[in-house]
């Protein structure tokens, strides 16, 4: 979608990090550093105005931490109703954002709203990266082990919650871990030698993946088992909850995917159920591995060293 685009702007020098990579954000080189840049919108997750606009503004800042940056500055980006829903919620929206934003230590500069039938909230953010330490999914190597920093599953538990499916109580954890920010495991990455990185969200665990290993020329070959997963997403994908996006993950994932083990239909939904506000996929030196997840852990993270960086071509390799 986006060749023909560069074929009109031509090669920037400047540009550190283009569409080439299909990485989460571009990093555009400005007197000496590295400016990370991104938008994000979602549809709400939850009934709560204002956890909805810490979540949609976590997702947003999600793409910066990603890149191995810190965020400097965000603008709202407003798709709201123009009946149906009262002030107060859009207002509640903004206050949540703006307490994420806080926490980013990130300042937000304004925005813009447009009239949408369905209600969407993110930001476009912008961020600053040291250029020698650049997170991107080109960087991964043979050898190296994958850790990732949240469970899967919230796309399920989002639509079964909308679909009485899961009681607000069932939604809870994962929406606590939506609402988390990457930046500690961004910073606990960059200090134990993380070479590449993304963020799991639309896409799913597996095309966020193959992201990694078409970038980086290699293969990646991860243990189901490892996985961390969601309470309830097992018992809500055996009784038909999906997503409108889960079916296209698969397909666009098939040609580049090595199912060893004989997953079952739900493993199935879990390596392609889009994700909001994930967490962070981190291709690190095997030496540092298991040091990054314990200090994840101790910093309150659920992460797992998932599998290894293979030698290429490029696929994504499910094993036990």
């Known amino acids: 979608m986006v060749a023909p ?5 031509g090669k920037d020098a400047r540009v550190l990090v283009g569409p080439e990579t299909s990485d989460d954000a571009g990093v555009f080189l400005l007197d000496g550093r590295g400016l990370v840049a991104t938008a994000d919108f979602i549809t709400p997750v939850c009934d709560d105005p204002e956890r909805f606009g810490r979540v949609a503004a976590a997702n947003s800042l999600s793409d910066v931490y990603a890149m191995g940056g810190a965020p400097l500055f965000a603008l709202n980006l407003c798709c709201f109703p123009a009946a149906g829903v009262p002030t107060e919620a859009f207002t509640a929206v903004l206050a949540g954002a703006a307490r994420a934003l806080v926490e980013a230590n990130a300042a937000l500069l304004g925005g813009h709203s447009v009239r949408d039938p369905e209600l969407k909230f993110g930001l476009a953010v912008i961020g600053v990266v040291d250029p020698s330490r650049i997170l991107t999914n080109a960087k991964a190597m043979a050898g190296d082990r994958l850790v990732l920093t ?3 599953g919230t796309g399920v538990l989002i639509n079964a919650y909308k679909a009485d499916k899961l009681d607000a109580d069932g939604l809870e954890p994962a929406l606590v871990e939506m609402e988390r920010l990457n930046n500690v495991a961004c910073t606990l990455g960059l200090e134990h030698g993380a070479r590449a990185a993304t963020d799991i969200t639309g896409f799913g665990f597996a095309g966020h993946a193959l992201e990694i290993a078409r970038a980086s020329g290699v293969g990646l070959r991860v243990g189901f088992g490892r996985l961390p997963v969601h309470e309830g997403f097992y018992r809500l994908a055996e009784q038909g909850v999906t997503t409108g996006c889960t079916g296209s993950n698969q397909h666009h994932a098939a040609p580049f995917f090595r199912d060893w083990v004989g997953l079952s239909p739900g493993q199935l939904e879990l390596l392609h159920d889009p994700q ?5 996929l981190l291709s690190v030196p095997a030496e ?8 994840l852990v101790a910093a309150g993270h659920r992460a797992a060293e998932v599998g290894e960086v293979v030698a290429g071509p490029p696929r994504l390799e499910i094993v036990a």
């Open 288 to 295: 540092r591995a298991n040091l990054l997840v314990a200090a």
């Open 276 to 280: 909001t506000s994930g967490g962070l």
């Open 5 to 9: 685009l560069q074929a009109i702007v």
């Open 150 to 152: 949240k469970p899967l």
